[in-house]
């Protein structure tokens, strides 16, 4: 209860400050840097809202030198720092000419640690781009349909045990611009109240009627798709053309895996449609790293719509649609990115393409195998430790992605300083991107982390989490147990 209270409080202080702020530079005694309107423009509709811009101005600057920090290396276990510092308190930054090297990486998504530089295994890229340049500087429906797009899409259908996939350029177009190819209005979208903002916007440009469901409650799910078969669409009554439950296999800021065997049977007893946002669970989690659907034992074609990304686990870009045959044909035709969007380069089809290769053990070796293995026992290793050092995460136990909660929003700015004094990068975030009440530091487990690097980390933080008094748990339970909690639940047919 104190730590809420004093997390209340630190906003209201840091509110109120920023109220005085703004009234000293209204009356000319505090330098405006923030953009304003132009004089000659007083009657025009406001272009900057005033009150919108509040927040950012008067809270988020004061910390901002947290983030978008400039790394000048291969983001991998480790990376080299441009060193930054401001004189205007983070307004503005100039850079100091010197390079922090050697920073443990604990915020970027390289779950198998294929964000290298080693030129034995790179090689095969090279020669990609030697051959096919740097661009394709068309769209696949027109000149941009190369054969290793075809290449890749056959190996991506192998790798998840489904008919056909279809590759983009860019993961959060793949959901953002194929999700109101699937659905338009008349329809129905039952969406996780955590899903991802690219799964969000997707749903909004639908046209699809939304409906949100509590975070990986199936209570609520099923409660939803009761009175969406019973009423059916509002005032007329008729039923839904479609229903579509979005969903994530791990979502990202939480840490959670999502409960697929229970979501697929509500699916099948209300005649439902499943979107599966795989982008941080394919080759994260399973025995063989082939996502959320293994990990389960599912079969994936209980699974209408497979999507996942190759920027996190495969150390490339871009995203797939996967499923049915039909499903992939009528997208290749409808879906908004592979009419309008340039088609992936050659050269990051390639990384895409060895790096699967190597999980699925295609280059002859058990090196990918290897890599699914090492991730999985780092990420029950580091949250085991977090566990007993005392602080409170969420998240699955065999999930890669571990959120530390921080609470206090002033200690935000001050976690992420110190650790990075200590040469060890963390991602923090805080409200709007999380409740509130609840600041937290995301870590990003990856098997090129050895257990020295995992160990540096974790002193690190045991060090710090007593100087912060971050170390809330005492071994008691989250204040949100349904983040973590995979507790199962029969269903009847």
Same mark, same amino acid.
């Given at each position: 209860m104190y730590v809420s209270i004093l997390t209340y409080a630190g906003f209201v202080v840091a509110t109120s400050f920023g109220y005085?702020?703004?009234?000293?530079?209204?009356?000319?005694?505090?330098?405006?840097?923030?953009?304003?309107?132009?004089?000659e423009q007083k009657d025009f509709v406001p272009l900057y809202q005033d009150f919108e811009n509040f927040f950012t101005r008067n809270l988020y600057v004061r910390i901002r030198d947290n983030w978008n920090r400039p790394i000048c290396s291969v983001p991998g276990p480790k990376f080299d720092l441009m060193e930054r510092v401001s004189d205007d308190y983070n307004w503005t930054f100039r850079f100091t000419g010197k390079i922090m090297k050697n920073v443990i990486n604990m915020g970027s998504y390289n779950y198998l640690g294929f964000a290298e530089t080693d030129p034995s295994a790179l090689k095969t890229v090279g020669t990609m781009l030697h051959k096919y340049g740097t661009g394709v500087c068309s769209?696949?429906?027109?000149?941009?349909?190369?054969?290793?797009?075809?290449?890749?899409?056959?190996?991506?259908?192998?790798? !998840?045990?489904? @008919? $056909?996939?279809?590759?983009?350029?860019?993961?959060?177009?793949?959901?953002?611009?194929? /999700?109101?190819? &699937? #659905?338009?209005?008349?329809?129905?979208?039952?969406?996780?109240?955590?899903?991802?903002?690219?799964?969000?916007?997707?749903?909004?440009?639908?046209?699809?009627?939304?409906?949100?469901?509590?975070?990986?409650?199936?209570?609520?799910?099923?409660? !939803?798709?009761? @009175? $969406?078969?019973?009423?059916?669409?509002?005032?007329?009554?008729?039923?839904?053309?479609? /229903?579509?439950? &979005? #969903?994530?296999?791990?979502?990202?800021?939480?840490?959670?895996?999502?409960?697929?065997?229970?979501?697929?049977?509500?699916?099948?007893?209300?005649?439902?449609?499943?979107?599966?946002?795989?982008?941080?669970?394919?080759?994260?989690?399973?025995?063989?790293g082939r996502g959320v659907v293994?990990?389960?034992?599912?079969?994936?074609?209980?699974?209408?719509?497979?999507?996942?990304?190759?920027?996190?686990?495969?150390?490339?870009?871009?995203?797939?649609?996967?499923?049915?045959?039909?499903?992939?044909?009528?997208?290749r035709v409808h879906s908004h990115s592979a009419a309008y969007a340039s088609s992936m380069a050659a050269p990051v089809v390639e990384q895409i393409i060895r790096a699967m290769k190597c999980v699925m053990g295609l280059d002859g070796t058990t090196k990918g195998l290897q890599r699914v293995r090492a991730l999985a026992e780092n990420t029950r290793y580091f949250r085991r430790r977090l566990h007993k050092l005392g602080f409170i995460i969420y998240g699955n136990e065999d999930s890669p992605v571990v959120p530390l909660l921080l609470y206090i929003p002033g200690k935000i700015g001050a976690f992420a300083r110190r650790m990075l004094a200590r040469n060890i990068g963390v991602v923090v975030?805080?409200?709007?991107?999380?409740?509130?009440?609840?600041?937290?530091?995301?870590?990003?487990?990856?098997?090129?982390?050895?257990?020295?690097?995992?160990?540096?980390?974790?002193?690190?933080?045991?060090?710090?989490?007593?100087?912060?008094?971050?170390?809330?748990?005492?071994?008691?339970?989250?204040?949100?147990?349904?983040?973590?909690?995979?507790?199962?639940?029969?269903?009847?047919d």
């Open positions: 005085l702020r703004d009234f000293l530079r209204a009356c000319g005694l505090q330098k405006t840097i923030v953009a304003v309107e132009r004089e769209t696949r429906q027109e000149m941009g349909n190369l054969d290793k797009h075809v290449e890749l899409e056959n190996l991506v259908a192998e790798f !998840l045990g489904v @008919e $056909a996939a279809m590759a983009f350029g860019m993961g959060f177009a793949t959901n953002s611009m194929n /999700i109101p190819a &699937l #659905v338009g209005k008349g329809s129905l979208i039952l969406s996780d109240e955590l899903n991802h903002s690219s799964l969000v916007l997707g749903a909004r440009l639908s046209g699809a009627t939304i409906r949100v469901f509590r975070h990986n409650n199936i209570q609520s799910l099923e409660k !939803l798709l009761k @009175e $969406a078969v019973i009423h059916g669409q509002p005032r007329s009554r008729r039923a839904w053309k479609k /229903i579509l439950i &979005l #969903v994530e296999g791990i979502y990202s800021m939480e840490g959670s895996i999502v409960r697929l065997p229970e979501i697929i049977a509500l699916k099948r007893k209300y005649k439902a449609y499943l979107y599966l946002d795989e982008a941080h669970s394919i080759g994260a989690v399973g025995p063989t293994e990990y389960f034992g599912m079969d994936p074609n209980d699974v209408d719509v497979l999507m996942g990304t190759f920027t996190k686990s495969f150390g490339a870009a871009g995203g797939y649609i996967a499923g049915k045959k039909e499903l992939v044909d009528y997208l975030v805080g409200f709007p991107a999380t409740p509130i009440a609840e600041s937290r530091a995301r870590f990003c487990v990856s098997a090129a982390h050895t257990r020295e690097m995992l160990d540096a980390v974790l002193d690190a933080l045991d060090e710090l989490g007593d100087f912060l008094q971050l170390k809330y748990s005492q071994r008691s339970k989250s204040s949100r147990p349904e983040l973590y909690d995979e507790t199962c639940f029969e269903l009847e």
